[in-house]
């Protein structure tokens, strides 16, 4: 059974730093892209970063504008996002997905979720 | 970027009724259309991709159809664990991958 556990979230001031983290079990974890999926209160859901198998790549969206980093551990079935200059519009549940697809570039179809952890941003 | 728009915002209906929610987008995506059922206080869990395949364990009452730019998701007879958020996402013009704003199913 696939199992996702988001951690690192919490309360941080504008302008500060904080790293998610997402302990991956159930499934080889060393061979499926992995992605970070938000969603700020009471509205919808927006995709952040995707990171292939290896962390050889990835993708972000736009709108983080190069503040965001997604790695990952494969020895440790671990995957990471470090959020830097954080701001109060960046305030939401940050989810770790599975992509369904084992083949790089048919990502998209995120087929497990975690729990997701909240992160919230504000002086 | 690939918007996405869901209609109706809301439908309320009553254990029983046939669902049909309606998703569109600003240009042909294929078959690449995915939907995801939100409980309040859950993630989303993945019911269909690529238009019509339900995902392992989905209920059979649970059907999507479409092509292009319009695709639907329909319930044909609501369960009680149905009444949720219902929300579209396209993986054909990435990225980003987009999300359509829902579409809550309630209790009427």
């Known amino acids: 059974q696939v199992h996702l556990v988001e951690s690192g979230g919490g309360v941080v001031q504008p302008g500060t730093s904080l790293r998610l983290s997402c302990s991956a079990s159930g499934f080889n974890f060393e061979n499926y892209g992995m992605h970070w999926v938000r969603q700020a209160p009471d509205t919808g859901l927006e995709w952040v970063a995707l990171?292939?198998?290896?962390?050889?790549?990835?993708y972000y969206s736009d709108s983080l504008k190069g503040r965001f980093t997604i790695s990952r551990d494969n020895s440790k079935s671990t995957l990471f996002l470090q959020m830097n200059s954080l701001r109060a519009e960046d305030t939401a549940v940050y989810y770790c997905?599975?992509?369904?697809?084992?083949?790089?570039?048919?990502?998209?179809?995120?087929?497990?979720w975690g729990q997701g952890t909240l992160v919230t941003v504000s002086s | 970027e690939i918007v996405l728009t869901q209609s109706p915002a809301t439908l309320s209906l009553s254990p029983g009724e046939r669902a049909t929610l309606s998703c569109r987008a600003s240009?042909?995506?294929?078959?690449?259309i995915t939907w995801y059922q939100q409980k309040p206080g859950q993630a989303p869990r993945l019911l269909i991709f690529e238009t019509s395949n339900r995902a392992t364990g989905v209920p059979a009452r649970f059907s999507g159809s479409g092509s292009g730019t319009d695709f639907t998701l329909t319930i044909t007879s609501l369960e009680p664990e149905d009444f949720a958020v219902y929300y579209c996402q396209q993986r054909s013009n990435w990225p980003p991958f987009t999300f359509g704003p829902g579409t809550k199913v309630d209790i009427k």
């Open positions: 990171i292939s198998f290896d962390g050889s790549i990835t």
């Open positions: 240009q042909s995506v294929n078959s690449y």
């Open positions: 997905t599975k992509d369904q697809s084992p083949e790089d570039y048919l990502w998209g179809t995120f087929q497990y």
